[in-house]
């Protein structure tokens, strides 16, 4: 069975766009899970993503009740090589707190964290396969490679600004500086259908240091809308709990994302429920394509001519 050739042109603008660099021509975000993916912004590329969520905490042990709102705000910044970039995350919360018939009002920052990504190993930076001009079985038949992830690492620090930690259900102080690192894996199975990986070691050489994960599948329903289900891990002495979260995003222009999600704990100390709204915008007016060439794809008299061009350029005076 021939594909059509109006297939093959678009399989082969799919390739480019690939194949040039971390940068994409529509905004890939974080939001609305948790987790952090394997690519970056793009070199000088700016990216805000930002969400305000309703929050409900119930725990059945110590007797106490919690609601009101957080609000998160996460800046990435594509910075020195298409691989790096900069991540700046914090998050606010203000909520009414009842234990015993006894009301107060919590608010502080519960989150600040300052961290940096490099890509180290990307399928994808020579292209997927070309597709089969001849054969439709060729194009659809499962494929391994698929199961080679991208993969990033990242590491970070988290920074306490207050003398104590209001939604911390213990006395014990949190450090005002504490490491954090994470391995990031991201596969992509078929053209709509993504897989994200975190394994996380956070508060490093703190009482409260954890041990974490996060996976993260997302399915693209269309060009502009998709799904999303989330499971994250915690692991540490004071807190272990597993959330579940699902929702979805809705690309509005090629720079801005809307989306949407809710969560819920699996056990009841807490038990936690919430449910929000975000948006997701990138600044790329300072962005310079960069090209990528495919192994073999240039030849000695293409490199050749590259070097005379440069040299008459620098003869005629032209920067």
Partial sequence: MKIPTKV????????????????????????????????SVGKTVIQAETGVNYISENHDKLNYSAKGYFADLAV???FWKEELEIIAEIQYQKDTYQQYDVTSSRSALR????????????????????????????NHRFKWKQFIPAFSAYA??????????????TSVVEPTFSPKVMAIAQNHFGDRTVLVTNLIYNKIGTDFASIDYILTVTHGINQNLS???ENQGYNSKYYSDGIF???????????????????TSIKNTPGIFYGGLGFTWRFTK????????????????????????AKNKRKDGVD
């Fill in 8 to 39: 093959v042109c678009i399989a082969t603008i799919l390739i480019t766009s690939i194949a040039n660099a971390q940068y994409t021509d529509e905004v890939n975000s974080n939001r609305p899970g948790k987790s952090m993916m394997a690519f």
């Fill in 76 to 78: 990435r910044y594509g």
């Fill in 111 to 138: 989150q600040t964290t300052f961290g940096a990504k490099f890509l180290f190993y990307d399928p994808f930076k020579n292209g997927p396969e070309k597709p089969n001009v001849y054969s439709w079985k060729a």
């Fill in 156 to 169: 970070g620090a988290n920074f306490n600004f207050a003398e104590t930690n209001l939604f911390a259900n």
């Fill in 227 to 229: 799904v999303f289900l």
């Fill in 245 to 263: 979260r699902l929702g979805a995003a809705y690309l509005h222009k090629k720079d801005m994302q809307f989306d949407a999600s809710i969560g």
């Fill in 286 to 309: 300072n962005y310079k394509e960069v090209k990528m060439d495919k192994p073999g794809t240039r030849s000695k008299m293409d490199k050749k001519m590259d070097k005379k061009a």
